[in-house]
């Protein structure tokens, strides 16, 4: 069973850095894509970023230039480096893989909050 363990959440004041990690374990299929998306409250969950096996990265426009994304193949973990945070990126945010298993589906993690200070 394929498990997503998320970290790195936090109160944070506008202006300042947070660095997400995830790490999937229990997959028996090679990892194809790992992102992350967020949901703030009264609104709908949003993709932030996501990374292909390749490298391929594509962000949303809100986070450009101020979020990472990376990825360690062999740790099976992605990161999203996150700066300049304003209070509109206050969110739960969770971290997603899909596998080269033919299915196309997604897995999840069970989130981590985000908190930015005016």
């Known amino acids: 069973q394929v498990q997503l363990v998320e970290s790195g959440g936090g109160l944070v004041q506008a202006g300042g850095s947070l660095r997400l990690s995830c790490a999937a374990s229990g997959n028996k299929y090679v990892i194809k894509n790992m992102g992350w998306h967020r949901e703030a409250p009264g609104k709908q969950r949003e993709l932030v970023a996501g990374?292909?096996?390749?490298?391929?990265?594509n962000y949303a426009d809100s986070v450009k230039g101020r979020f990472t994304i990376d990825r360690d193949g062999a740790k099976n973990t992605v990161y999203l480096q996150m700066h300049s945070l304003k209070p509109e990126d206050t969110a739960a945010y969770y971290c997603?893989?899909?596998?080269?298993?033919?299915?196309?589906?997604?897995?999840w993690g069970q989130g981590t909050q985000v908190t930015v200070s005016s």
């Open positions: 997603f893989v899909r596998m080269w298993d033919g299915t196309g589906r997604d897995y």
């Open positions: 990374i292909t096996d390749g490298g391929r990265t």
